[in-house]
């Protein structure tokens, strides 16, 4: 694998102009789910962890499943706030952070796309997330190197994300909820663990639409 300075000499750049087809082009989750093979799993488990480790970001950053439940019209983005993610309309504003309600949208899950690090989902917040480009430069040239970038994106987390939930889709708001007795839901974001043991697991799930369309288990420990 080449060297962080060989990486940072031709650094894949931020977008700082979002693309409603960062978000509109990504597949839907029972088509993301069918990529999700053992050689898949066993890279996400593999040089993507390491990755996180060597970098020291496993407590912010995660690895998601590429795909989307519904098409967002020109002028709105996906945006989080709480449990709920849902189209905010920005109208004309196209920069990837906006400031708005005495807070700002910001960045959190990004994806490569075109050469670039293109933003597909946000969140509100306070104030705005500080992201690391050289690691982010590095994570999607290694996911590009073993032909992932079509199946994996990297996403920044915080104190909302501390449990495992389960995401799902109600007309266009996608909503956090308990698991509880659900079945049938297909993992969609992982995180990295130091212990060898524990080396990564799922902390979301998503619950298919139209009933369930897990046709495989690979869970990573």
């Known amino acids: 694998m080449a060297t962080v300075s060989a990486f940072s000499s031709h650094p894949f750049q931020l977008d700082t102009v979002y693309d409603p087809a960062a978000y509109n082009t990504l597949p839907s989750l029972g088509k993301a789910h069918s990529l999700m093979t053992e050689?898949?799993?066993?890279?996400l488990q593999g040089p993507i962890r390491q990755l996180f480790l060597d970098h020291e970001v496993q407590d912010h950053y995660g690895v998601c499943l590429l795909h989307n439940h519904f098409q967002i019209p020109n002028g709105q983005r996906l945006v989080e706030h709480g449990p709920v993610s849902l189209p905010w309309d920005l109208g004309d504003e196209n920069k990837?952070?906006?400031?708005k309600f005495d807070g700002v949208i910001a960045p959190r899950s990004i994806r490569l796309l075109d050469g670039k690090l293109a933003p597909f989902e946000f969140s509100f917040s306070l104030t705005e997330p500080q992201l690391n480009s050289e690691f982010l430069t590095e994570a999607f040239r290694t996911i590009q190197d073993l032909g992932l970038h079509g199946v994996f994106g990297?996403?920044?987390?915080?104190?909302?994300?501390?449990?495992?939930?389960?995401?799902?889709?109600?007309?266009?708001?996608?909503?956090?909820?308990?698991r509880g007795s659900l079945s049938g839901?297909?993992?969609?974001?992982?995180?990295?663990?130091?212990?060898?043991?524990?080396?990564?697991?799922?902390?979301?799930q998503c619950f298919p639409q139209g009933g369930s369309e897990h046709q495989k288990n690979h869970s990573c420990g």
């Open 154 to 178: 990297v996403r920044y987390f915080d104190k909302h994300d501390t449990q495992l939930s389960v995401e799902i889709t109600q007309g266009t708001a996608n909503v956090m909820i308990p």
């Open 185 to 204: 839901l297909i993992d969609a974001f992982w995180v990295f663990n130091q212990d060898e043991d524990d080396r990564c697991h799922c902390r979301e």
């Open 96 to 99: 990837n952070t906006v400031l």
């Open 39 to 43: 050689d898949v799993m066993a890279k």
